[in-house]
Nanobody
Framework: QVQLVESGGGLVQAGDSLRLSCAAS????????MGWFRQAPGKEREFVAA????????AYADSVKGRFTISRDNAKNTVYLQMNSLKPEDTAIYYC????????????????WGQGTQVTVSA
């Protein structure tokens, strides 16, 4: 089991940047592929970005590609999501998740989840 805690959310204006962090504890962090997901009001939780256990492979949702960057620092047991050029439609609760295997792009494949951090982007 691994415990995940997100941080870095907040209220920003459109066009601003924000960096989310996810601190992990428990099992060896480097053995997990990591992902970021988000859930807006009235919407299902959706994929945002994912990264392989070594950090060499990444995947992004079309809606954030070119604006968001996922990265990880296994020495610090932390995964990051750098969000640039934020839009009001990015407003959601952002969750980090861990997979025991592949850096999947679907919610159902992830084994562990954080509690989420709120990101609100005003126009």
């Amino acid at each position: 089991q691994v415990q995940l805690v997100e941080s870095g959310g907040g209220l920003v204006q459109a066009g601003d940047s924000l960096r989310l962090s996810c601190a992990a504890s428990g099992r060896t962090f480097s053995s997990y592929a990591m992902g970021w997901f988000r859930q807006a009001p009235g919407k299902e939780r959706e994929f945002v970005a994912a990264i392989s256990w070594r950090g060499g492979r990444t995947a992004y949702a079309d809606s954030v590609k070119g604006r968001f960057t996922i990265s990880r620092d296994n020495a610090k047991n932390t995964v990051y999501l750098q969000m640039n050029s934020l839009k009001p439609e990015d407003t959601a609760i952002y969750y980090c998740a861990a997979s025991d295997s592949y850096y999947y792009t679907e919610v159902r494949y992830y084994d562990y989840w954080g509690q989420g951090t709120q990101v609100t982007v005003s126009a």
